[in-house]
């Protein structure tokens, strides 16, 4: 965790903030919010209009003498390169520094072929859309993957839907390419991220996203910022175990953990068990739609199970929202009441006093938009911006 | 949560923090660290001065020249009040403003007697230990209460421990006779707080710290501050439901919960249950020591049940260290071990892979210290230094 030093007050990255908030936007007001000096703030103004991240616009409000300069945020002076890989799609953007994207595309890639093979081809997808840009356009890059991360080194952990990405280190490798700073997270992390920045921040800063596709995993938001605990590990929601899961070995190697009874992976298993050929959710949402009872319950079961632990999560954290996401939440709605249900009875009174729980806005594009994010966190932040780049 | 606005840079309280750390202890040095005028900085430092905050000390190193004037923090300024309330015992303190103790005791209050009664109680210790002093030399009070606590309104919320005190707004009545910022938090929070500051806030940022007694609860610290959520209600540990139970109700209505299964009141039942004549966790003890089997497996038990959560939360949050308090804690040593134990096997590989468990470090002087911390961080902090008071 990053703490704040009192040596970095008022620094050229406190001035963008101003600018860019709007908050101060003429030299004399940047003076007069940051009691900097004349000089300061006309050097640390510098800085930034030598970068290209702030331009003057001449043409001020008229009062009657000339006009005071006025600063604004120039987001076209760079852009950030965002990658979300996941277990069958992958989605690949260049977006410019107030996080728009300018191209973007959606790949079949297979993941499972390894870094080697997939992180080149991702890097080539972003030269192909940086075109004639330089690569000392690019700022920063940011990636999500289905795995644990450990945040610092962006080094792969305890892999299971990407055996052959455990223990790789891909900032290295991006960097050799792009030579700009490179953040990788757990791919339900930055999702959390891109749903609370475009759909939430305005309102709350205490969000739980749970994600729910082949495998169950959580991202959390505390206090506006990513909860990643010591070593970028926090989250892992799919390992925790419910109480009437009737003893299914979980492939982490405990029982009953969450993740071997609400997964996409795990509705299949249970529909087959009942006699049901289902090789797809898409098969799955058919028997429900078909009125099949039995397929229903198997769903209803999953959500109830899934609500345990939501619960147990509500009653940790607090959030102010529950976001259920991934393809499971996508195909079944029955699923979100379940979860619903069971956390609104079993979470403590004040944890669920104003609570939340809703289905993804954003859907498959909060990965990506969450990339973005996280590398113009950076980029952006006071720290880098006062590092000559 | 406060979020830190752009218009609060280099403020008095930012000097007060660079003279605090001794990151900048001269008039020259605060110009040159924080890029404020020469007049900006006169300004902050002769508020600082004004409000005794901050004291000149002219004995500086001998350049050959007039030494500069060197200022330091004056932690004698203002006091703040602290009472950690207990089912059992409160403890009450005045402090200095750097948190060491100026005067403390510990009490046998009766909370349950209600706020009518208590907060009057408390009231009067601390007038006693101001004696002389006026009340204007209260800067603040911080209080923790075994109860789940709205921070932003002080108000305690479904409390099981002190039913007179459900729905009490406590800071208007402390404010009413010392006129001061009140902060209230739950018990364990508070505990969390002190524990981390005093014994780990120099080595790590994330610690969740669980109490072990009449029931159970956790508090978390993320990232350097108390993890609060949107509600001031994270941290219920208790109510998370374990596996292998036996279908136990707990008094919040539901089954299986680690509090009505790994608490002291749990144990002393189960051990009833056994035959066994207790009546208090010191006979519980006396049974361990006199090598009954039985009891020995029950503590194991609550253990194990205990680690459960315990490895739920560490998931969920992947902490530096795991911290066990409470009598409970202090009374049986195997139950660290069985917590340890479980943890090890059931949380992830990343998140246990550096994780360490202990035992509190501070046992109950952790509560008060936390509540001095609490309203220190406040009225230290940056935003309330500028507010004249």
Redesign the interface.
């Known amino acids: 965790?990053t703490?704040?030093t009192?040596?970095a007050?008022?620094?050229s990255g406190?001035v963008l903030?101003?600018i860019r908030?709007g908050?101060?936007v003429t030299r004399a007001d940047i003076g007069r919010?940051?009691?900097?000096?004349?000089p300061?703030v006309t050097l640390?103004v510098g800085e930034l209009l030598e970068r290209g991240l702030v331009v003057e616009d001449t043409e001020g409000p008229s009062t009657g003498g000339r006009p005071p300069v006025r600063l604004s945020f120039n987001a076209s002076a760079g852009v950030v390169l965002a990658a979300s890989l996941g277990a069958s799609r992958t989605q690949v953007a260049v977006c410019d520094l107030s996080g728009e994207p300018l191209a973007g595309t959606e790949e079949e890639i297979d993941v499972e072929k390894g870094p080697d093979v997939v992180l080149p081809m991702i890097m080539d997808i972003w030269s192909g859309m940086l075109g004639d840009r330089p690569v000392s356009d690019v700022w920063g890059v940011g990636m999500g993957v289905p795995a644990?991360v450990?945040f610092a080194a962006g080094r792969t952990?305890?892999v299971r839907v990407m055996a052959s990405w455990t223990g790789v280190a891909i900032p290295p490798v991006i960097r050799e390419r792009f030579n700009a700073p490179v953040f990788v997270d757990n791919d339900v992390n930055v999702i959390a991220m891109g749903e609370h920045r475009r759909a939430y921040a305005d309102e709350?800063?205490?969000l739980l996203f749970v994600k729910v596709s082949t495998r169950i995993g959580?991202g959390?938001i505390?206090?506006?910022?990513i909860?990643?605990?010591?070593?970028?590990?926090?989250?892992?929601?799919g390992?925790?175990?419910?109480?009437d899961?009737g003893g299914v070995l979980c492939r982490?190697g405990?029982?009953?953990c969450v993740d071997s009874l609400a997964s996409a992976t795990a509705i299949l298993r249970d529909l087959r068990a009942k006699g049901r050929d289902v090789s797809s959710l898409a098969d799955a949402v058919a028997l429900v739609r078909a009125g099949d009872a039995e397929t229903m319950a198997v769903v209803r079961r999953a959500g109830r199970l899934l609500g345990?632990?939501v619960a147990?999560?509500v009653?940790?954290?607090?959030?102010?929202v529950v976001v259920l996401g991934g393809d499971v939440v996508e195909a079944f709605q029955p699923l979100v009441s379940a979860v619903r249900e069971v956390v609104y009875?079993?979470?403590?009174?004040?944890?669920t006093?104003?609570?939340r729980i809703e289905r993804s806005v954003l859907g498959p594009a909060a990965g990506i938009a969450g990339c973005a994010y996280m590398a113009l966190d950076h980029v952006l932040s006071a720290d880098a911006v006062d590092i000559a780049r």
């Open positions: 965790m703490r704040r009192a040596s007050l008022a620094t406190d903030r101003l908030t908050e101060a919010v940051t009691g900097l000096s004349r300061a640390r644990t450990e952990e305890s709350l800063d205490d959580a959390v505390a206090g506006g910022g909860l990643r605990g010591a070593l970028g590990a926090a989250g892992e929601i390992h925790i175990p419910v109480r899961g982490c405990n029982i009953d345990e632990v147990s999560a009653n940790l954290l607090n959030p102010a009875r079993r979470s403590t009174a004040l944890a006093r104003s609570l």
